[in-house]
């Protein structure tokens, strides 16, 4: 892939990955300080007054936008679960890096109405600013795609805010892309180009890595979709892993999410073989919801608490061996 836009300097050529653990999770929308970061090869270094975000491909009018035109359609703000894939060589590790977070920026659909997008434009790419080697090759570019059925719904963004502040440079200053109910990973940061295209990006983090097997639509594994739209999943904040309850009365609770609502939440404590319902928050959009279960040990002693949802489409979570599977923590109850 050649590079299409100017080469910036990168400020670091490190790889970034910051975690938070899900008992740290506590208030409904994620402090910035909380929030993971995922940075694959390194951080560019941009000055915004030199930025653009370039339109092309499969449109009749092709633009190239500044960040004061970006700024002047109206704003749109979103605040939805945000959610890493994992590690894209162990697709079927859950790593259990989320937030839940408030994107300011404007919509990419409003963006492109009127530059004409052709009827043969299938797929979105996004480029991104920063370059480096990952995984042992050499890239000009983090490059994603998306269907561009999905612009319809109208809240895909060009995102400069975050948690009502500018877009800090790591997490993709000044503008990046953010598709609500999509792991994070599609959510190209420092983004400097939008190519619409009849099919797929051919890159390493398009059509090679982010790719999962498809066994609803071939059981051999051999044919695979990309790692777009987020999976049913839900964490417990509380009671952190190893606590020692005092026993009597006790507020189990966590978040739950999908790329819709959810409609259950259950939580297990006895390891899974008997599964209790939550109560549930109320859905609003895409952000994540609250469960929570008064649970009265029966007796002292060691327990394993686990908690499995269920979106409104009637997914749910596999108990293991995916990116998805169930949580489940270890707690101690005294006498
Ligand atoms: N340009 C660019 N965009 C990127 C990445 C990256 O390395 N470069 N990492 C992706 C991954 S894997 C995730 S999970 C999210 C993380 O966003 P955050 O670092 O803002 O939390 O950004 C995505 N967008
Ligand atoms: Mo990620």
Redesign the pocket.
């Known amino acids: 892939m050649d590079r299409v836009a100017p080469k910036p300097s990168m400020i670091t050529m490190k ?1 970034r990955i ?1 975690h938070t653990f899900p008992a740290l999770l506590t208030e409904s929308l994620t402090p910035l300080e909380r ?7 390194g951080v ?1 270094h941009i000055d915004v007054a030199d930025w653009s975000l370039e339109i092309t491909g499969l449109v009749d009018r092709p633009t190239t936008l500044s960040f004061e035109d970006i700024k002047r359609f109206p704003k749109r703000e979103i605040e939805t679960v ?4 994992g590690n ?1 060589r162990k697709p079927t590790v859950a790593m259990r ?1 989320v ?1 839940n977070v408030k994107w300011g920026g404007v919509e990419l659909a409003g963006l492109l109405d009127g530059l004409g997008i052709r009827d043969e434009a299938t797929h979105l790419w996004a480029y ?3 370059h480096g080697a990952y995984a042992g090759v050499e890239l000009n ?2 490059l ?1 795609d998306m269907p561009v059925s999905r612009l319809h719904e109208g809240d895909v963004l060009i995102a400069y805010e ?1 948690n009502d502040e500018p877009l800090t440079r ?3 200053f000044p503008a ?2 953010v598709i609500p109910g999509y ?9 400097c180009r939008v190519e619409l295209a009849d099919k797929r990006a051919d890159s390493l983090m398009t059509n090679k890595l982010y790719n999962d097997p498809d066994y609803d639509a071939d059981p051999s594994g051999m044919v695979t979709k990309p790692v777009w739209a987020v999976a049913p999943e839900s964490v417990f904040v509380s009671p952190a892993p190893k606590t020692k309850l005092a026993g009597g009365e006790t507020e189990i609770w966590g978040w739950a999410w999908s790329n819709c609502e959810v409609g259950l939440a259950e939580v297990s404590t006895d390891g899974g073989q008997t599964w209790l319902e939550a109560a549930l928050e109320a859905p609003d959009g895409r952000a994540w919801q609250r469960f929570s279960y008064v649970w009265v040990p029966p007796r002292a002693g060691s327990y394993e608490l686990r908690c499995r949802t269920t979106d409104v489409k009637g997914r749910g979570q596999p108990a293991d061996g995916a990116r998805n599977s169930v949580y489940s923590v270890k707690v101690t109850v005294g006498e």
């Open positions: 790889k910051t929030l993971f970061e995922t940075t694959s090869m560019p945000f959610v890493c894939s894209p890096r937030a991104g600013h920063d570019h983090f994603k975050l790591n997490y993709g990046r892309l792991y994070g990973t599609n959510c190209v940061k420092w983004l």
